[in-house]
């Protein structure tokens, strides 16, 4: 069994060894609509080489010593009801094939979605949100087009090429000769077409990709290029890449150019005719007999123009669900843990000697702190340091690799993750809301809050006043109508979400940035009011803020470097001194800081 | 068959063309390739009538054969259809081929001129189009125009066969020929309402499309806080939601899709119908022979392709012709910045004067009237006030970024407008909010005005700014690839690279737009130790947001719609408690370390006239 953050009861399972075998158990999912379109398909190629048949028995007819117009006329008849009935059969086929390959596409998104939903953090960092959605999307969508009109369309085409082989060889098996010699002639000649035309269409596809990529590199760094006088710089390289993509785009035309198969088509016409002729002239063969058997040489055609598409898409779509199982399969680190430890919390938190690394890349060594309930620690250090790191091994959005995270004197790892992420609330640097109302996302934090506590939470978060200053107030859609929130706005709407769970931890990236004092002063007021009576791991670019925390870890390179008071790193860590270093007025000396008073 | 039925919105630097201009301009591109294009012409016609023999000759072979069963005459016609296969793929091969080779070259001629003519646009146009949309212009259109092409070349070598093939057909017998073309309005027709129908059903369904694309990116976006609060389980159920919808509006569409070529297939099927009743009757009247009748048999399946390309062409012929439109329209854009002449700055001493300077961006709203600054080589100037008063205008100015419509702006005492840019930018460092990375190393980025720089010289630099400690935060050091856009790196991070980049360029004149975004306090100060040593023997003129910035400049100037409010230096103009100690109060007050909620107010005397209020940036 693996392991999830996250499941559903009674999802469907599929089998995810391989491409084939996953889209072969997505389909076999619905077996009617299966039945149908193959069932289908095979009756309407027999229906279809009925034609040239019905086609040989009118020549017949006509040229027979004593030709009647009736039975032409019946003759006439029975093809308008074949063409009709064909035409009957052709939809229901197509359609059960639609329903097929919607319905996989469906499936095989919310399967993706679940998964994505069950995987851990760390997977979700690793993968870039433009990269998820282009499986969600673009792979998903590849897959129906495989299904349909790919897979559908190569049965199609495969059957038809049998069958009208079969009733070739049912008109005279020796007519069989040159059709077959045909067959695998088209089959060899496809596969080099294939094979040479694959590679440049590829580069070409990359070269195109690169063409873009660094076009749209020299217009967004239009100032950077002007101002530095590099605009011949940037032609020659944008030149080169055109040029390139001239060349393969030639090169690509050559080999388009060089498909056999049509040559192969008429050689096999001449072929044909002249078999048949002989056969006549012995004999052995009617006229109507060599009509129909033209006839059903001109069927092979639609093999022929259609099999590259397909094999095409086939291959995109077995490429595509190659992508989707690469994510299908990831394994996620962490599980729900549903047994676990669960307790209300009294936000008692110990880093007892803590490493975690990223793959192979040390993010943290050896880290202890010790936060009691209720104090704030401010973290400071570089980017890369390995600040939000360490606040995201609290909630166990990572796991560690050495040591020990006790909460309340209990290893995080023991605590169920429900009541883990029940009682600690993040509010991360990147605010994320969602596109629904104010309600809504503050609510977002609490199943079935009532309107009363989200509003007494945005009150507390200093948001009630700018809520209620829109038209439709806590009902306000973010992002429709050109409702779009500042970054102060943003903060206090995740500040109120915190307040409403009423965490007893919580883990405070604020490095939002204020453009003035006065949304300053309402956030830090919504902070302050945040920080009363909870354990805050608090990272800030707000030197004021790190000045008043109860704590100080100054992190670098992983490492805690020194920890302590404000004013015990003033006086001891050179690091520490820096960051405060350009805040001195001219020519003070160095402990005494700015005091401009009111 | 191609349904491209994107959405194409016109731009404002959009003109309409006469289709005689358009000719002329497209007719220009393809002069140097007129013999190869002649050649290709007449592969077109040959290889349309040798796809119309084939069928004409197996005809004849079918009446030898119902006639006198003469075997000679037998053989002599599969010779002939043998040398038309033949024939028609070595025309087609040698068309191909040669439309690739033209194509290409016109294309890459196309691609080199529009792109001359983005690189020669000032920064208005750059701030008025996304990134996207030029760049769609570009190699999009371009690459649109040129599917044009060779589209109209494949069509025309289809109606050909069509015109002969039904040339031939009227020849032998009238009456069925007119028979056999009853198919041709109904497959038109069919093909045309099916394409009016399907851009309905495809726009429903992208929309559907589009929501479940939506609420995989929020999900994905919001991935963490819906871990921090264990809320999965509801945005799953959400997802089902949009899923079920868009499977639904999918399904219609594919319907509408799957529909088509049955339908289709059914017309050209009652075609034959009627050829083969018609037909035969006629052979028994003896109007026509038996072979003949096998060809108008054949005609009806050499007519449905061309037929239904034919109705899907117009639309596609038209919106390459659009395409090749965007194309020139870029090309032949009004440039904006009029230089009166091409002077080369060998040196800069950097003393820059705005006399009497009007500017707009556009018609409705003046940024800067008259307005006069002098600032002495050497100075450093903190530019502050609110967004909108024109701070980062100055800098742009300088850069010649935009033309300005009345007045002077003098460097060392120079028209800005006689210089040769080129060479006058060489001496101006511009380091924006957020600084642009291109693809590459971080040594790369640093040598990006210097292509020449060795890479002793760019560790020197690098290790000037900051103290250097900032390159062990890299993962690599120097050799650390930035990723797209410099996305691998902060934004503290990208600051410091580009303040190395104008170290070893070494400018005169830098421009500095401070990032209103914070950054940690380590890199800030880094930033500030970068900056101290950057701004040294140079003029800087810096827009300001930050309060130790601020107070280090030699000079500060309050600006409000473009004019000066007030000058001066820090301790001064507090003192002076006028617009400035107003706009400490309102942006620097938090930023002291010793800033708590509501404190750390300066006294005002002067109230600063007409007060914004305030917008972040």
Same mark, same amino acid.
């Given at each position: 069994?693996?392991?999830?953050?996250?499941?559903?009861?009674?999802?469907?399972r599929?089998?995810?060894r391989s491409p084939?075998r996953?889209i072969?158990?997505h389909?076999?999912?619905y077996?009617?609509?299966?039945?149908?379109s193959m069932?289908?398909?095979?009756?309407?190629?027999?229906?279809a080489?009925l034609?040239?048949?019905l086609i040989?028995?009118a020549?017949?007819?006509?040229l027979?010593?004593?030709?009647?117009?009736?039975?032409l006329?019946?003759?006439?008849?029975?093809?308008?009801?074949?063409?009709?009935?064909t035409?009957l059969v052709?939809?229901i086929?197509a359609?059960?094939?639609?329903f097929?390959?919607?319905r996989?596409?469906?499936d095989?998104?919310d399967?993706l979605?679940?998964?994505?939903l069950?995987? =851990?953090?760390?997977?979700?960092?690793?993968?870039?949100?433009?990269?998820i959605?282009a499986?969600?999307?673009?792979?998903?969508?590849?897959?129906? /087009?495989?299904i349909?009109p790919?897979l559908?369309?190569?049965?199609?085409?495969f059957?038809s $090429?049998?069958i009208?082989?079969?009733f070739?060889g049912?008109?005279?098996?020796?007519? @069989?000769l040159?059709?077959l010699?045909?067959t695998?002639?088209?089959g060899?000649?496809?596969?080099?077409y294939?094979? +040479?035309?694959?590679?440049?269409?590829?580069?070409m596809?990359?070269q195109?990709?690169?063409?873009n990529?660094?076009?749209?590199?020299?217009? *967004?760094?239009?100032?950077?290029?002007?101002?530095?006088?590099?605009?011949?710089q940037?032609?020659?390289?944008f030149?080169?890449?055109?040029r390139?993509?001239?060349?393969?785009?030639v090169?690509?035309?050559?080999?388009?150019a060089?498909?056999l198969?049509?040559? @192969? @088509? =008429?050689?096999?016409?001449?072929?044909?005719?002249?078999?048949g002729? &002989?056969?006549?002239?012995?004999?052995?063969?009617s006229?109507?007999?060599?009509?129909?058997?033209?006839?059903?040489?001109?069927?092979l055609?639609f093999?022929?123009?259609?099999?590259?598409w397909?094999?095409?898409?086939?291959?995109?779509?077995?490429?595509?669900?190659?992508r989707?199982?690469?994510?299908?399969?990831?394994?996620?680190?962490l599980?729900?843990?549903?047994?676990g +430890? /669960?307790?209300?919390?009294?936000?008692?938190i110990?880093?007892?000697?803590?490493?975690?690394?990223?793959?192979?890349?040390?993010?943290?060594?050896?880290?202890?702190?010790?936060?009691?309930?209720g104090?704030t620690?401010a973290?400071?250090g570089?980017?890369g340091?390995?600040?939000?790191t360490?606040?995201?091994?609290?909630?166990?959005i990572?796991?560690i690799e050495?040591?020990?995270?006790?909460?309340?004197?209990?290893?995080?790892?023991?605590?169920s993750?429900?009541s883990?992420?029940g009682q600690?609330s993040?509010?991360?640097?990147?605010?994320?809301l969602?596109?629904?109302?104010?309600?809504?996302?503050i609510?977002?934090s609490?199943?079935?809050?009532?309107?009363?506590?989200?509003?007494?939470?945005?009150?507390d978060?200093?948001?009630?006043?700018?809520?209620?200053?829109?038209?439709?107030?806590?009902?306000?859609?973010i992002?429709?109508?050109?409702?779009t929130?500042?970054?102060?706005?943003?903060?206090r709407?995740?500040?109120?979400?915190a307040?409403?769970t009423?965490?007893?931890i919580l883990?405070l990236?604020?490095s939002?940035?204020?453009?003035d /004092?006065?949304?300053?002063?309402?956030?830090?007021?919504?902070?302050?009011?945040?920080l009363?009576g909870?354990?805050?791991?608090l990272? %800030?670019?707000?030197?004021?803020q790190?000045? &008043?925390?109860?704590?100080?870890?100054?992190?670098?390179?992983?490492?805690?470097?020194?920890?302590? *008071?404000h004013?015990?790193?003033?006086a001891r860590?050179?690091?520490?001194?820096?960051?405060?270093?350009h805040?001195?007025p001219?020519?003070?000396?160095?402990p005494?800081l700015?005091?401009i008073?009111? | 068959m191609g349904?491209?039925?994107?959405g194409?919105d016109?731009?404002p630097?959009?003109?309409?063309?006469s289709?005689h201009?358009?000719?002329?301009?497209?007719?220009?591109?393809?002069?140097?390739?007129?013999?190869?294009?002649?050649?290709?012409a007449?592969i077109?016609?040959?290889?349309?009538?040798m796809? *119309?023999?084939?069928?004409?000759l197996?005809? #004849?072979g079918?009446?030898?054969?119902?006639?006198?069963?003469?075997?000679?005459?037998?053989?002599? $016609?599969i010779?002939?259809?043998?040398?038309?296969?033949a024939?028609?793929?070595?025309?087609?091969?040698?068309?191909?081929r040669?439309?690739?080779?033209?194509?290409g070259?016109?294309?890459?001629?196309?691609r080199a001129?529009?792109?001359a003519?983005v690189?020669?646009?000032d920064?208005?146009?750059?701030?008025?189009?996304?990134?996207?949309?030029?760049?769609?212009?570009?190699t999009?259109d371009t690459e649109?125009?040129?599917n044009?092409?060779t589209?109209?070349?494949?069509?025309?070598?289809?109606?050909?066969?069509?015109?002969?093939?039904t040339?031939?057909?009227?020849?032998?017998?009238?009456?069925?020929?007119?028979l056999?073309?009853i198919?041709?309005?109904?497959i038109?027709?069919?093909?045309?309402?099916?394409?009016?129908?399907?851009r309905?059903?495809?726009?429903?369904?992208?929309?559907?499309?589009?929501?479940?694309?939506?609420a995989?990116?929020e999900?994905m976006s919001?991935?963490t806080?819906?871990?921090?609060?264990?809320?999965?389980g509801?945005?799953?159920?959400e997802f089902?939601n949009?899923?079920?919808?868009?499977?639904a509006?999918?399904?219609?569409?594919?319907?509408?899709?799957?529909?088509?070529f049955?339908?289709?297939?059914?017309?050209?099927?009652?075609?034959?119908?009627?050829?083969?009743f018609?037909g035969?009757?006629?052979?028994?009247?003896?109007?026509?022979?038996?072979?003949?009748?096998?060809?108008?048999v054949?005609?009806? /399946?050499?007519? &449905?392709?061309?037929?239904t390309?034919?109705?899907s062409? &117009?639309s596609?012929?038209?919106?390459?012709?659009?395409?090749?439109e965007?194309?020139?329209?870029l090309?032949?854009?009004e440039?904006?910045?009029?230089?009166?002449?091409?002077?080369p700055v060998p %040196?800069?001493?950097?003393?820059?004067e705005f006399?009497d300077?009007t500017f707009?961006?556009?018609?409705?709203?003046?940024?800067?009237a008259?307005?006069n600054?002098?600032?002495?080589a050497g100075?450093?100037?903190?530019?502050v006030g609110?967004t909108?008063a024109?701070?980062?205008?100055?800098?742009k100015?300088v850069?010649r970024?935009?033309?300005?419509?009345?007045?002077?702006l003098?460097?060392?005492?120079r028209?800005i407008r006689?210089?040769?840019?080129? *060479?006058?930018?060489? +001496? @101006?460092?511009?380091v924006?909010?957020?600084?642009?990375?291109f693809?590459?190393?971080?040594?790369?980025?640093?040598?990006?005005?210097?292509?020449?720089? =060795?890479?002793?010289q760019?560790a020197?630099?690098?290790a000037?700014?900051?103290?250097?400690?900032?390159?062990?935060?890299?993962?690599?050091?120097?050799?650390?690839?930035? #990723?797209e856009?410099?996305?691998?790196l902060s934004?503290?991070?990208?600051?410091?690279?580009a303040?190395?980049?104008?170290?070893?360029?070494?400018?005169a004149?830098l421009?500095?737009?401070e990032a209103?975004?914070?950054?940690?306090p380590?890199?800030?100060?880094?930033?500030?130790?970068?900056?101290?040593?950057?701004?040294?023997g140079?003029?800087?003129?810096i827009?300001?947001?930050?309060?130790?910035?601020?107070?280090?400049?030699?000079r500060?100037?309050?600006l409000?719609?473009? +004019?000066?409010?007030?000058?001066?230096?820090h301790?001064?103009l507090?003192?002076?408690?006028?617009?400035?100690a107003?706009l400490?109060n309102?942006y620097?007050r938090?930023q002291?370390p010793?800033?708590?909620?509501?404190s750390?107010?300066?006294?005002?005397?002067?109230p600063l006239?007409?007060?914004?209020?305030?917008?972040?940036?």
């Amino acid at each position: 069994m693996e392991r999830r953050e996250f499941t559903v009861a009674d999802a469907a399972r599929y089998d995810q060894r391989s491409p084939v075998r996953w889209i072969a158990m997505h389909l076999l999912r619905y077996k009617r609509f299966l039945a149908v379109s193959m069932g289908g398909t095979l009756l309407l190629n027999v229906l279809a080489a009925l034609q040239p048949t019905l086609i040989g028995s009118a020549f017949s007819e006509v040229l027979r010593p004593q030709p009647s117009r009736d039975a032409l006329a019946r003759i006439a008849l029975t093809m308008l009801g074949l063409v009709l009935g064909t035409g009957l059969v052709d939809i229901i086929r197509a359609y059960a094939g639609e329903f097929l390959a919607k319905r996989v596409e469906r499936d095989a998104r919310d399967e993706l979605y679940r998964s994505l939903l069950g995987k =851990s953090q760390t997977f979700h960092n690793r993968q870039r949100v433009g990269d998820i959605m282009a499986r969600a999307a673009g792979d998903v969508t590849q897959i129906e /087009s495989m299904i349909m009109p790919g897979l559908d369309t190569l049965f199609d085409s495969f059957t038809s $090429l049998i069958i009208t082989l079969l009733f070739i060889g049912l008109l005279k098996p020796e007519l @069989l000769l040159t059709p077959l010699v045909f067959t695998v002639l088209f089959g060899l000649a496809l596969r080099h077409y294939v094979n +040479h035309l694959r590679p440049v269409a590829g580069a070409m596809r990359e070269q195109f990709g690169t063409l873009n990529a660094g076009l749209t590199e020299t217009v *967004t760094g239009i100032e950077v290029v002007k101002t530095s006088a590099q605009e011949d710089q940037e032609r020659a390289k944008f030149l080169t890449a055109a040029r390139r993509y001239r060349d393969l785009f030639v090169q690509n035309g050559a080999v388009q150019a060089r498909y056999l198969p049509p040559l @192969l @088509l =008429s050689a096999a016409m001449a072929g044909a005719f002249l078999h048949g002729a &002989w056969l006549l002239t012995q004999g052995r063969l009617s006229l109507g007999a060599l009509v129909t058997y033209l006839a059903l040489m001109g069927n092979l055609r639609f093999a022929v123009g259609i099999s590259i598409w397909t094999f095409n898409l086939a291959q995109l779509g077995l490429a595509a669900a190659e992508r989707i199982l690469t994510l299908l399969r990831e394994e996620t680190e962490l599980d729900e843990n549903r047994a676990g +430890h /669960s307790a209300p919390m009294r936000g008692e938190i110990v880093f007892d000697h803590v490493t975690f690394r990223y793959g192979n890349t040390p993010i943290l060594t050896d880290v202890s702190f010790r936060a009691a309930p209720g104090q704030t620690v401010a973290i400071v250090g570089q980017t890369g340091s390995g600040k939000s790191t360490l606040t995201k091994l609290v909630n166990r959005i990572y796991d560690i690799e050495s040591g020990r995270i006790l909460i309340d004197g209990t290893d995080v790892r023991e605590w169920s993750l429900d009541s883990l992420r029940g009682q600690v609330s993040t509010i991360e640097q990147d605010i994320v809301l969602f596109s629904r109302s104010i309600a809504e996302n503050i609510g977002f934090s609490r199943a079935g809050a009532s309107e009363a506590a989200i509003e007494a939470a945005a009150a507390d978060a200093q948001a009630d006043g700018f809520i209620r200053g829109f038209k439709d107030g806590y009902a306000t859609v973010i992002g429709e109508r050109g409702v779009t929130l500042s970054g102060g706005q943003r903060q206090r709407l995740a500040i109120a979400r915190a307040l409403l769970t009423d965490p007893r931890i919580l883990i405070l990236d604020d490095s939002t940035s204020a453009v003035d /004092s006065a949304t300053e002063d309402l956030i830090q007021a919504a902070i302050r009011r945040l920080l009363q009576g909870r354990t805050t791991l608090l990272i %800030t670019h707000r030197l004021s803020q790190i000045r &008043w925390a109860d704590q100080v870890l100054v992190l670098q390179g992983g490492r805690v470097v020194d920890q302590g *008071t404000h004013d015990e790193l003033l006086a001891r860590c050179d690091l520490y001194r820096r960051i405060f270093a350009h805040h001195r007025p001219a020519g003070a000396p160095a402990p005494e800081l700015v005091a401009i008073g009111g | 068959m191609g349904f491209v039925m994107d959405g194409l919105d016109p731009e404002p630097y959009d003109r309409a063309y006469s289709d005689h201009q358009l000719v002329r301009r497209i007719a220009g591109y393809f002069r140097d390739k007129l013999p190869l294009i002649g050649l290709v012409a007449v592969i077109i016609v040959l290889n349309s009538i040798m796809d *119309t023999v084939l069928p004409i000759l197996i005809s #004849g072979g079918i009446d030898t054969l119902a006639k006198g069963q003469n075997v000679t005459g037998a053989g002599l $016609l599969i010779g002939g259809i043998l040398l038309a296969g033949a024939l028609s793929w070595t025309f087609n091969y040698g068309r191909q081929r040669l439309t690739a080779q033209a194509v290409g070259d016109v294309v890459l001629q196309l691609r080199a001129d529009v792109f001359a003519g983005v690189l020669g646009r000032d920064l208005s146009f750059y701030d008025e189009y996304r990134s996207g949309k030029i760049v769609s212009r570009v190699t999009g259109d371009t690459e649109d125009f040129s599917n044009v092409v060779t589209l109209s070349l494949n069509l025309i070598s289809q109606s050909l066969l069509l015109v002969i093939l039904t040339g031939v057909l009227l020849v032998i017998n009238l009456r069925l020929t007119l028979l056999a073309l009853i198919i041709a309005p109904i497959i038109m027709l069919c093909a045309l309402g099916f394409r009016r129908i399907a851009r309905l059903t495809i726009q429903r369904s992208r929309r559907a499309g589009a929501t479940v694309n939506a609420a995989v990116q929020e999900a994905m976006s919001g991935i963490t806080v819906a871990k921090n609060f264990r809320q999965e389980g509801r945005i799953y159920s959400e997802f089902r939601n949009v899923n079920e919808q868009s499977y639904a509006m999918n399904l219609r569409s594919g319907f509408v899709f799957s529909s088509i070529f049955p339908l289709l297939v059914t017309v050209a099927g009652l075609g034959t119908t009627v050829v083969v009743f018609f037909g035969g009757g006629a052979v028994l009247d003896g109007q026509v022979s038996a072979g003949q009748w096998y060809l108008f048999v054949q005609a009806i /399946s050499l007519f &449905w392709f061309p037929l239904t390309s034919l109705a899907s062409f &117009w639309s596609q012929f038209q919106q390459g012709l659009a395409a090749g439109e965007r194309v020139f329209a870029l090309i032949d854009a009004e440039p904006r910045l009029h230089q009166t002449g091409h002077e080369p700055v060998p %040196t800069l001493a950097g003393r820059i004067e705005f006399r009497d300077l009007t500017f707009r961006y556009n018609d409705q709203e003046t940024v800067l009237a008259d307005f006069n600054l002098t600032i002495p080589a050497g100075q450093t100037v903190a530019l502050v006030g609110h967004t909108g008063a024109g701070k980062s205008t100055l800098g742009k100015l300088v850069a010649r970024f935009y033309e300005y419509q009345a007045g002077e702006l003098l460097i060392d005492g120079r028209d800005i407008r006689s210089f040769d840019l080129p *060479t006058y930018r060489r +001496h @101006l460092g511009v380091v924006p909010q957020v600084p642009f990375l291109f693809s590459g190393t971080v040594a790369d980025n640093i040598r990006y005005a210097q292509p020449t720089a =060795s890479d002793a010289q760019v560790a020197t630099v690098a290790a000037q700014v900051g103290g250097g400690d900032w390159l062990a935060a890299l993962p690599s050091g120097l050799a650390t690839d930035v #990723g797209e856009g410099g996305r691998g790196l902060s934004l503290g991070q990208r600051q410091l690279i580009a303040l190395a980049r104008v170290l070893l360029q070494d400018p005169a004149i830098l421009i500095l737009d401070e990032a209103t975004a914070s950054v940690d306090p380590l890199t800030e100060a880094q930033i500030q130790e970068g900056l101290d040593l950057l701004r040294h023997g140079r003029t800087a003129i810096i827009i300001a947001h930050r309060l130790s910035t601020i107070r280090d400049a030699d000079r500060i100037i309050v600006l409000d719609h473009g +004019h000066i409010l007030e000058e001066g230096t820090h301790d001064g103009l507090m003192a002076q408690a006028g617009p400035y100690a107003h706009l400490y109060n309102t942006y620097f007050r938090h930023q002291s370390p010793d800033y708590q909620p509501g404190s750390g107010f300066v006294p005002v005397r002067v109230p600063l006239p007409a007060l914004a209020a305030e917008q972040p940036a």
